[in-house]
């Protein structure tokens, strides 16, 4: 029956067969999205945790923080080791010069 429970998925399962023949025909095409929703759940659960960061100040610093970090995971910089660099380096570095202390990997720039 159409208004039955495997009617309605049949239903489904038809409107969406040419996607479905496109996963089985190429094989670079993924059967869910899980590694995406892995990959953006820190943001999220971030963005929920800066509600509770005490101030909008302090938020905004959370995110800068966060986004260094994810700086430094998507150029393959160690992050520790990054952080120790600049925290030492940035007393006497140049104000102009800021952008240097970034955490691009060394071979993102060749």
């Not at 996963?23 to 509770?52: C, H, Q, T």
């Not at 970090?69 to 600049?86: H, Q, Y």
């Not at 030492?88 to 691009?104: A, F, Q, S």
Request: proline share 5%; with cysteine.
């Amino acid at each position: 029956m159409p208004k039955s429970a495997i009617g309605i998925a049949l239903a489904y399962t038809l409107s969406l067969w040419n996607r479905l023949n496109g996963y089985l025909l190429d094989g670079k095409y993924e059967i869910d999205n899980n590694l995406i929703e892995n990959s953006i759940r820190p943001v999220a659960l971030g963005r929920k945790n800066y509600l509770f960061a005490g101030s909008h100040d302090a938020a905004q610093r959370t995110a800068m923080l966060y986004s260094f970090l994810g700086s430094c995971k998507m150029n393959d910089v160690e992050p520790l080791a990054w952080l120790k660099d600049i925290l030492t380096r940035l007393p006497d570095y140049k104000v102009n010069k800021l952008h240097e202390l970034l955490p691009i990997s060394r071979t993102s720039l060749e």
